[in-house]
């Protein structure tokens, strides 16, 4: 006689799952909406603290806000292209930390370390100062302006934590998937395109969103190479305005900004780090 067994599941498992990703994305609506509740009520708040009445002050700022929004949007244009420069040059510099030929891997490392513990500001200054201002081939002539001279700066910090990332990824795959792969007679590029790299992908892409974010928050100092983002725009319309009790709501609205646009790719990172978190 054969003796079947049935497993049950607990009813409180089956339905645990289903309320946890509601109120996950309600947590992430919630934030998002609070957000832009904060970029609006922040800068109002800071005009009656400063001055007692907001009329005024809400009038210079819609005056200047288009101005500080262009100047924003080049915050955002720096950290996309600083990004995708440091993350292609990241890649090949983190693969290049596991290499098998120990110089390679030596010199993968100490370059990462060295950008990855310098500060950004000295990465900048490197930039700006060791750069020329132009870059001539024959008649064609370059300009580097300090604006792209900032996101090559970015970029090299950006490149050392990718190189991080991946390095970590890869080395997070158990040997055993290499061996299988060498066993199949696979090549260490093949090993790396084909087995490897598609399954610490997903582990990856949390800690680089959060790379990312560092990215942005560091953009404002840009302003010190003297490149017109939000935060030298920001300075500069206070002082053409000569009111010094527009500090508190212009630079809150400034901070806004970044908080709207930032804290939505906080909450998408936490939960991609829920739901590619590695079980053991």
Known sequence: MTQHTVEHQHPLSAR?????GRLARTALT???????????????????AATGTSAGTLETLAKWAPLILLGFGLNL???????????????????AQV???????RAAWAATE????????????????????????????????????????FSLSMMAYVSEIVRGGLQSIPTTQWEAAEALAFTRRDTLRLVIIPQCFKQMLPPWMNVYAIMIMSTPLASILGVHEGLTIT??????????????????????????????????????????????
């Open 16 to 20: 645990s799952s289903v309320p946890r």
């Open 30 to 48: 919630a934030g998002f909406v609070l957000s832009v509740i904060v970029v609006v009520t922040v800068p109002l708040y800071g005009a009656y």
């Open 77 to 95: 244009l720096m950290s996309f292209i600083a990004m995708g420069i440091g993350t292609v040059a990241g890649v090949g510099l983190g693969i």
């Open 99 to 105: 290499s098998q030929v120990s110089w390679v891997r």
């Open 114 to 153: 060295m950008f990855r513990n310098t500060p950004t500001l000295i990465l900048l200054f490197m930039a700006m100062f060791l750069l020329p201002f132009e870059l001539r081939f024959g008649d064609l002539v370059i300009a580097l302006p300090p604006w792209l001279k900032a996101i090559l700066g």
């Open 235 to 280: 300075r500069s319309a206070i002082s053409a305005e000569g009111q010094p009790e527009l500090l508190a709501p212009f630079y809150l609205f400034l901070l806004a900004l970044f908080f709207v646009y930032s804290y939505p790719i906080s909450l998408w990172t936490l939960r991609l780090e829920r739901r590619y978190a590695i079980k053991h």
